[in-house]
T-cell receptor, first 112, second 113 residues
Framework: NAGVTQTPKFRVLKTGQSMTLLCAQD?????MYWYRQDPGMGLRLIHY???????AKGEVPDGYNVSRLKKQNFLLGLESAAPSQTSVYFC???????????FGNGTRLTVT | GESVGLHLPTLSVQEGDNSIINCAYSNSASDYFIWYKQESGKGPQFIIDIRSNMDKRQGQRVTVLLNKTVKHLSLQIAATQPGDSAVYFC????????????FGGGTRVLVKP
């Protein structure tokens, strides 16, 4: 099993550009999460999903949108990138809420 | 490359000694807690978890202690090894708050040979 796979691994955007980060899991997990990690800030929850077709806001949802059209995929979109969105983005999944998350290896995004 | 903060609290420990990493959590309604280890350039990896109806749980070389009275969680690593050098995060889960998992700020552990 591949586990949780994030694409791309690296990306540089100019301010105002848009992009979509893809997260795919092959473990048939119901729950999926998007976090961002900044220096000195730990991991902050952006959006999450408790099942196919559902999404919910986390701590820092502004400037991001998500979709969970298929159970195995959770997409994170930036409609108009800003330098403040420069960060490392991690996707995670789990079978149920109160069980350990499985993380991908991250996407490093730089917005200039 | 470096994927975690430059200003994290740091614990320096001699190889072979025991390490204790502390975490204060925020919500008394949290019902599940997890410790993660993150090495440079990688995503967090699960170490050990504990539910709120327990106060201690042991794994291989690791022990988690939960003190609900003061909302404190600790991770003890026995006989620390160079491979234990990483950033460690605690996380709290609240089913009543929409099944959110929230992370603490992290502690960097440096193992000296």
């Amino acid at each position: 099993n591949a586990g949780v796979t994030q694409t791309p691994k690296f990306r540089v955007l100019k301010t105002g550009q848009s992009m979509t980060l893809l997260c795919a899991q092959d473990m048939n997990h119901e729950y999926m999460y998007w976090y961002r990690q900044d220096p000195g800030m730990g991991l902050r929850l952006i959006h999450y999903s408790v099942g196919e077709g559902t999404t919910a806001k986390g701590e820092v949802p502004d400037g991001y949108n998500v979709s969970r059209l298929k159970k195995q995929n959770f997409l994170l979109g930036l409609e108009s990138a800003a330098p403040s969105q420069t960060s490392v983005y991690f996707c995670a999944s789990t079978a149920r809420g109160n069980s350990p998350l499985h993380f991908g290896n991250g996407t490093r995004l730089t917005v200039t | 490359g470096e994927s975690v903060g430059l200003h994290l609290p740091t614990l320096s420990v001699q190889e072979g000694d025991n390490s204790i990493i502390n975490c204060a959590y925020s919500n008394s309604a949290s019902d599940y807690f997890i410790w993660y280890k993150q090495e440079s350039g990688k995503g967090p990896q699960f170490i050990i978890d504990i539910r709120s109806n327990m106060d201690k749980r042991q794994g291989q070389r690791v022990t988690v202690l939960l003190n609900k009275t003061v909302k404190h969680l600790s991770l003890q690593i026995a006989a620390t090894q160079p491979g234990d050098s990483a950033v460690y995060f605690c996380a709290e889960f609240q089913a009543a708050a929409g099944n959110k998992l929230t992370f603490g700020g992290g502690t960097r552990v440096l193992v000296k040979p």
